[in-house]
């Protein structure tokens, strides 16, 4: 019927949905019709309905709260008056699993509990009198969806209450729910309907959106091939990030081992990955790889189960079981699923002798039939009804699909959907990794949403990143910033901006955050500088704006005429203040952090500069990406990478523990330090609030439906090569550009460069970072060390070390921290590879080939020693870099051929 209707584009047959399960003679229930709506319109479905029934037929649907056991004991202390630092103490003693345990069950299970309770007469108080009130009706709220309808008005049927907040934009008539819990109002025959808003079908609605507006190609949902090679692939990857319904830890990896080719592949995951069937998932996925180890109980058996690879994964496929081998129709089959599903036990008892008899009268033998009674009873409890499965994990095939076909144009609307910064901060980093750019929001550039650019030097699309994301602003200061802009053009400075933006709306926390977060960067003066003038700023915005409001009245009441020829030239409102000075200040090593933390704090993420970076400087000697956690559960891991989100939290024994997240570039994991092992490494480890790169080895687990890092060992992270950072010293002098500067490294004349295949080559001065200008006035920097002996383990083994470990067995290469190998000093050659670098007009190319020949360098170890000469415009910068070379003839080959054979020798 919903098919024929246009309802929905599932095609019922296709998909072998009942018609059963929504209505037949057997079934005493109104069809329970769930219905997905883009969140963004759900409440011009909800206006529809009661426009076209009636506002006094129709009604939002009621729900009661209850106190739980830990708000019982909070509401208990505070009236009594009790200290909320006991009661919440006992609160905290509450376990949160099982869900709904009561203070009851409590006192059993946690000893703590019963001692204060034993051991102080005023929380026994506490406690007795929350027990007499635990389970009662604390508040009432609004149904999320729920929504009922009566073909007489309400208020004749049930008792109704006013909606304390209605979201209609007409607020004329107040909207009503019916003060009947759902259930009850069925019972009395009411219709009851469930519209829900979905996120992701706005995303998916904006997403062809900005396919129409960017490529004027319409893209309709129901033409979406089914069968699309890259979205199978990109799921079989694992890259399920942004896609509904599989972003899940658990998830990502069972699809990995799935490797999903079809369509239906997704809907029996979507079934399957749930309390109670969750257990089916790992024999599923081994009989679509392996379809010779598929069995069937009975032949008749084989049609039901063949397109789930002999896996009872629907509600449907009992239902057709029993009508096949015990010859009930599909209405009754339907009614004994849900008696089995409710656990009716006297309706079970009835049903068993009527399912075995059937069995036998079909050829089944009584022992086939004893084994299929025992083998439906626990698929009927937790078994999946098959419409919702399709519809959702269509909806989650057609997501991956615009994700792998349409990147930036899906990313795009799901970065305007994103509700919190962490969810931004998620899907900006998949973004980058998918290859499209994210501009960092600007104050000229940005609009509320984040949107397209067209790419200015290759084909493609940049996503901007919009206002709206921004903590502390606000949609009204937004909004009014984007009319000043439209109407005015390009804001010029931050006096500018302060003396047009309406004052109501321009407080200093709003033009902080702007500032801090980098929106203003693209206006005079740096970060530093315009907060310092910012005060300024908005009172002399706040004078200018009087000062127009004077004149247009004054000039509404022809006060202005006496003027005469300057008339004219007071009609045109002043637009600009006159611009404040700024003192001179040179940024340090504490404002780069700062401004990386105002980043964070204001986005959500790092934009200008990301700790993480300085992974690239890192000792990475033991560890292992992130990434492979999945695939080594129940294994020791060492890792380095940023600790963020980092909370210490209360044990039920009073203890404390850390948890947090952990990320390199590719991955993130949870991780958390239980008491023995925060006590022991505390002091290494950032404080609430702080993140900071470090290397943590723990035990990899897998709880809840995601992956954890059990930290047992923290190192401070060792860098290899020094980092080139800002002077802390105030008075230091700003930078000058690299051709009009002296390197430390560099004599008062130029170096000579070395003759090919020197006897001796002379010893190198001491190696300095040299910075390369790059374009929109940032550096790159070209890191070098200072001179030292280098120390790195050489175990005795046999190279065949695990890579994974955290003790390592000194049988390889340097697998884990306290490997027995012994250490020792690297042993040279003897030999050296000289090369010059050359330098153009050109600083990409240069930097470019630079990254080229790093990269070939590290690829190619060994004991051969690199020096590297590189011109300035006023001499040659000498470079050692840290790492010894094995110089074969292919390496200076592959260098001869990028650098010119006449660059590149060995002696």
């Known amino acids: 019927m919903l098919y024929c209707l246009g309802i929905t584009d599932v095609d019922p047959v296709k998909n072998k949905l009942l018609f059963e399960r929504f209505l037949s003679r057997e079934r005493l229930e109104m069809p329970d019709i769930d219905t997905d709506f ?23 649907i009621i729900t009661y709260g209850t106190l739980g056991a830990k708000a019982a004991l909070r509401d208990i202390g505070r009236v009594k008056g009790v200290s909320l630092e006991k009661v919440d103490k006992a609160a905290k003693l509450i376990p949160a699993l099982p869900v709904g345990t009561t203070i009851a069950q409590a006192l059993e299970r946690v000893p703590e509990l019963r001692q204060m309770y034993d051991s102080d007469p005023e929380m026994r108080g506490v406690i007795d009198q929350a027990q007499k009130v635990e389970g009662r009706m604390r508040n009432v709220g609004t149904h999320a969806c729920g929504v009922v309808v009566s073909r007489n008005p309400l208020e004749e049927l049930v008792p109704l209450e006013r909606v304390k907040k209605d979201q209609r934009a007409d607020k004329e008539e107040q909207a009503v729910m019916a003060a009947y819990e759902g259930p009850t109002l069925a019972r009395i025959g009411l219709l009851k309907m469930d519209i829900l808003g979905l996120t992701n079908l706005s995303v998916v609605a904006q997403a062809l959106e900005y396919i129409h507006d960017t490529t004027g190609q319409r893209i309709e949902l129901a033409n979406i091939s089914l069968d699309d090679r890259k979205t199978f692939e990109g799921l079989s990857r694992g890259e399920t990030t942004n896609v509904f319904q599989f972003e899940s830890t658990g998830m990502t990896r069972y699809l990995r081992e799935l490797k999903p080719t079809r369509v239906e592949d997704l809907y ?110 626990p698929f009927a409890g937790y078994s999946f009804n098959r419409p919702h499965s399709t519809l959702y994990g269509l909806l989650s095939y057609q997501t991956a699909y615009l994700k792998f076909n349409y990147t930036a144009h899906y990313m795009a609307a799901v970065l305007s959907a994103a509700g919190s910064t962490e969810d931004v901060a998620k899907s900006v980093a998949e973004t980058t990794r998918l290859g499209v750019p994210v501009e960092p929001p600007d104050i000229n550039y940005s609009k509320a949403g984040f949107t397209f650019e067209q790419l200015p030097d290759r084909e493609g699309y940049a996503i901007r990143f919009g206002l709206y994301a921004i903590k502390n602003i606000g949609s009204g200061p937004v909004d009014l910033i984007l009319q000043c802009r439209e109407e005015g053009g390009p804001f010029s400075s931050l006096e500018d901006f302060c003396a047009r933006v309406d004052r109501s709306v321009l407080n200093k926390r709003v033009v902080e955050s702007l500032i801090k977060s980098g929106t203003m960067d693209s206006l005079p003066g740096s970060r530093m500088q315009k907060l310092s003038i910012l005060d300024a700023a908005l009172h002399a915005g706040i004078e200018a704006q009087k000062a127009r409001e004077d004149e247009e009245q004054k000039r509404a009441t022809g006060q202005s005429n006496f003027l005469g020829n300057f008339g004219e030239e007071m009609s045109k409102p002043r637009r600009a203040v006159q611009p404040i000075p700024m003192e001179p200040h040179i940024e340090t090593s504490k404002d780069v952090k700062d401004y990386a933390q105002w980043e964070k704090e204001l986005l959500g993420m790092y934009i200008s500069n990301h700790p993480i970076q300085r992974l690239d400087n890192a000792d990475i000697t033991g560890t292992v990406p992130i990434a492979q956690a999945s695939a080594n559960i129940g294994q020791k891991l060492c890792c380095i990478g940023l600790l963020t989100n980092v909370r210490r939290v209360t044990t039920r024994k009073g203890e404390t523990m850390l948890v947090g997240t952990f990320e390199d570039r590719e991955s993130t994991i949870d991780v958390v330090a239980f008491p023995r092992a925060l006590t022991k490494y505390d002091a290494l480890l950032p404080k609430d609030g702080e993140d900071k790169v470090i290397k943590l080895a723990g035990k990899v687990d897998h709880r809840r439906d995601s992956l954890q890092l059990m930290i047992d060992h923290v190192e401070e992270v060792q860098y290899l090569e020094h980092v080139n950072e800002p002077q802390d010293d105030e008075e230091a002098m700003p930078e000058e ?48 060390p200072s001179k030292v002996t280098v120390q790195r383990p050489e175990h005795n083994g046999n190279g065949n070390g695990n890579g994974h470990g955290y003790t390592g067995n000194g049988n390889g290469n340097g697998n884990g921290h306290d490997g027995n190998g012994h250490e020792g000093q690297i042993h040279f050659s003897g030999r050296t590879l000289y090369m010059h670098l050359p330098r153009s007009s050109n600083m990409e190319h240069d930097i470019s080939c630079m990254q080229d020949i790093n990269d070939m360098l590290r690829a190619n170890a060994g004991h051969d020693r690199v020096m590297l000469y590189l011109a300035n415009g006023v001499g040659t910068v000498v470079l050692q870099p840290h790492y010894t070379v094995h110089a074969s003839s292919e390496l200076l080959e592959e260098l001869g051929h990028l650098l010119g054979s006449d660059r590149v020798w060995l002696g």
């Open 268 to 377: 029996a995951m979507v079934a399957l990955y749930r309390p109670g069937p969750l257990e089916q998932i790992p024999v599923y996925i081994h009989n679509k790889n392996n379809p010779h180890d598929i069995k069937y109980l009975h032949p008749v058996l084989k049609p039901i189960l063949e397109d789930t690879y002999g896996v009872i994964v629907y509600q449907e496929q009992i239902m057709l079981l029993l009508q096949a081998i015990a010859g009930y129709t599909l209405g009754h089959a339907y009614v004994v699923l849900k008696a089995i599903g409710k656990k009716k036990k006297d309706l079970m008892a009835q049903e068993e002798p009527k399912f075995k008899a059937g069995c036998i009268q079909n050829g089944l033998t009584p022992e086939q039939a004893d084994i299929l009674w025992d083998l439906i009873q």
């Open 737 to 784: 550009p690299a051709d009009e500067r002296e390197p430390a490294s560099m004599v008062s004349q130029p170096v000579s460069t070395p003759a090919p295949a020197p006897a001796a080559p002379a010893p190198a001065p001491e190696p300095v970072a040299a910075s390369i200008p790059m374009s929109h006035g940032h550096s790159r920097p070209i890191r070098a």
């Open 38 to 60: 883009a969140d963004s319109r759900r409440q011009e479905v909800i206006d529809y309905i009661a426009d076209t029934y009636g506002r006094e037929n129709t009604a939002q």
